[in-house]
């Protein structure tokens, strides 16, 4: 029994000590710092309280059934908790809605990278023609026949009438206020000092995310995620093949976005950062998403293919899925049923102890008529 215990003790020393070895060759885990805000947006709160207004305002899209909300819920770890994005009303989206949680960290937004800020993020998702569908002119006249809103973005920004450019700048400022909370993340407070934080089986599946799993190679940092690009394989969403309407937008999607028609013509599955940079090295790849917040974020890739935490490590373990543009990190990791359950452990104490939710807020009413111009007495 008692070289039974030594043996036991010898190798957990050894995981934890190639473990802090492999961990150095990376930025390490660590709790998230504030989010930096952008000198050219300044924040102030009316601006968060205007932009979590238009975060939730259905009249900013194209046929007033699109709001930011509609995707990003609260209760389902601002997502929507489908495997793939409902899409504006006659589409089908092609991609899992990503949460928002802590989108206030990443210098590349979407999966394939496509815009560089919150700034830059809001006009996509609202403007764009599977998600909001909204005429930007359309949207900001009317904000104007809203008295409410005419005055709020005086107050905020001192303009005569409501702008959308002003409108994606409030929206970015409370997209910077869903961020995860340090003190109420275990794994924060145990990087803080507090070693009760975790317990035996999430320590254990830090030395494995730090070592044997390796998972520390592409998600490092605060964020648990050094926001590069990789093809993983993972299984292509059977509604590319079987649905009618589904096809119709991806394919659209293709064209849109500029590639070869040989490509469009044949378009099967979504090719990622290819449809930014063109390069056929990088067909496949998306962007690392953050590790945080993933007891509340189910289900999980770009395509939402893989269901539960277990599942995810189920498919890192085999090295992932077949993909031209592999790289030589992914491979079988060969984790025994404990060493699955421990690493899992690990995942969820990146996560609060409770969800980040916001109560609804209240929005301005209906339209009112422009007062009559005053002409000019000669």
């Known amino acids: 029994m008692k070289n039974t215990i030594q043996t036991t003790l010898v190798a957990s020393a050894m995981l934890l000590a190639f473990s802090a070895i ?7 885990l660590g709790p998230l710092p504030p989010p930096s805000i952008p000198t050219d947006n300044p924040n102030s709160p009316e601006k968060v309280a205007l932009g979590k207004k238009l975060f939730w305002e259905s009249r900013l ?5 699109m709001p930011c909300v ?11 908790g489908g ?8 589409t089908k989206h092609w991609r899992n809605s990503q949460t928002v949680l802590n989108s206030a960290y990443y210098n590349k937004l979407f999966w394939e990278g496509s815009v560089t800020s919150l700034e830059g993020q809001a006009p996509s998702a609202a403007e764009g023609g599977v998600a909001g569908n909204g005429d930007p002119s359309v949207m900001e006249m009317r904000m104007r026949f809203i008295p409410e809103y005419v005055a709020e973005f005086k107050k905020v920004f001192g303009s005569e009438w409501p702008r959308m450019n002003d409108a994606y ?23 803080k000092g507090d070693k009760k934080a975790l317990n035996d089986s999430q320590k254990r599946g830090m030395a494995l995310y730090n070592g ?6 592409c998600h490092n940092g605060p964020l648990a995620s050094d926001q590069k690009f990789y093809a993983t394989g993972v299984p292509d969403h059977p509604q590319y093949k079987e649905d009618p309407i589904s096809q119709v937008t991806h394919r659209w999607q293709y064209y849109q976005k500029g590639v070869p ?3 469009y013509r044949n378009a099967a599955d979504d090719v990622g950062l290819f449809f930014i940079t063109k390069n056929p090295k990088d067909i496949g790849k998306f962007r690392v998403p953050s590790l945080r917040e993933l007891k509340y974020t189910a289900p999980f890739m770009h395509n939402g293919m893989l269901a539960t935490l277990a599942d995810v490590v189920d498919f890192y373990d085999r090295g992932g899925g077949p993909a031209q543009n592999k790289p030589p990190v992914l491979k079988s990791l060969k984790l025994g049923a404990q060493e699955k359950k421990d690493l899992v452990a690990f995942l969820e104490a990146l996560s609060m102890d409770e969800p980040l939710l916001h109560d609804d807020p209240k929005l301005p009413g209906d339209y009112q008529p ?3 111009p005053v002409m000019a007495v000669k």
């Open 22 to 28: 492999a961990a150095d060759k990376y930025p390490k």
């Open 61 to 65: 899209s194209g046929d007033g059934s």
């Open 70 to 80: 509609s995707c990003h819920l609260p209760s389902l770890g601002w997502g929507d």
């Open 83 to 90: 495997q793939i994005s409902r899409g504006y009303p006659g």
């Open 169 to 191: 700048r409030a929206m970015a400022a409370y997209q910077r206020t869903i961020v995860s909370d340090a003190a109420k993340v275990p794994f924060d407070r145990y990087a």
């Open 212 to 217: 044997k799993a390796n998972c520390i190679a």
């Open 261 to 263: 028609e040989a490509m």
């Open 370 to 372: 422009l007062p009559p």
